[in-house]
T-cell receptor
Framework: DAGVIQSPRHEVTEMGQEVTLRCKPISGHDYLFWYRQTMMRGLELLIYFNNNVPIDDSGMPEDRFSAKMPNASFSTLKIQPSEPRDSAVYFC????????????FGQGTRLTVV | GDSVTQMEGPVTLSEEAFLTINCTYTATGYPSLFWYVQYPGEGLQLLLKATKADDKGSNKGFEATYRKETTSFHLEKGSVQVSDSAVYFCALSDRGTYKYIFGTGTRLKVLA
């Protein structure tokens, strides 16, 4: 398996624009997680899905953020409108629904909002 | 809620020095515990894990033991190398929700 695939790797956008980050989880995994990494806050869990259903979105910072998982092989994280404070590295991870298994991370998307 | 606390960095060591990075957790029940490593510009990779009390996870010379009595999972390595320079994250997986909670990360720098 190619692992968790995220796109794009880098995104630079202007304040106010819509940004869409994409993730393809490992085939067969039941859980999908979106994390945000910043120097100030470290690694924050934004939202996670189980079998394509959002389970907990309490980490989503504002209504400007939304996430979808239309099928088992694809998820998006959208920011609309984007702001400079959204600049961070966004990671997608997936795992099996099995006790003790680890989460597998993608390479991340580095978002810069100017 | 569940949480993970790990020692502040950065940690700077000379090559072949002994490494300890402390990690303690708070959780209801008995979570699974993990150490991940992140190299510059990359995602997190699993380094080792332990799923029950007294289990020892090990990989690439790194070790950590699940201590239920002290709610700890300290990472150790007997002799670090320059190539071990990275950020290390301690994490837990809640048995009820299966979500992963991470510590803030500890940056390790090993000097030749």
């Amino acid at each position: 398996d190619a692992g968790v695939i995220q796109s794009p790797r880098h995104e630079v956008t202007e304040m106010g624009q819509e940004v869409t980050l994409r993730c393809k989880p490992i085939s067969g995994h039941d859980y999908l997680f979106w994390y945000r990494q910043t120097m100030m806050r470290g690694l924050e869990l934004l939202i996670y899905f189980n079998n394509n259903v959002p389970i907990d979105d309490s980490g989503m910072p504002e209504d400007r953020f939304s996430a979808k998982m239309p099928n088992a092989s694809f998820s998006t994280l959208k920011i609309q409108p984007s702001e400079p404070r959204d600049s961070a590295v966004y990671f997608c991870a997936s795992s099996l629904f099995r006790e003790g298994t680890e989460a597998f991370f993608g390479q991340g998307t580095r978002l810069t909002v100017v | 809620g569940d949480s993970v606390t790990q020692m502040e960095g950065p940690v700077t060591l000379s090559e072949e020095a002994f490494l300890t990075i402390n990690c303690t957790y708070t959780a209801t029940g008995y979570p699974s515990l993990f150490w991940y490593v992140q190299y510059p510009g990359e995602g997190l990779q699993l380094l080792l894990k332990a799923t029950k009390a007294d289990d020892k996870g090990s990989n690439k010379g790194f070790e950590a033991t699940y201590r239920k009595e002290t709610t700890s999972f300290h990472l150790e390595k007997g002799s670090v190398q320059v190539s071990d320079s990275a950020v290390y994250f301690c994490a837990l997986s809640d048995r009820g929700t299966y979500k992963y909670i991470f510590g803030t990360g500890t940056r390790l720098k090993v000097l030749a």
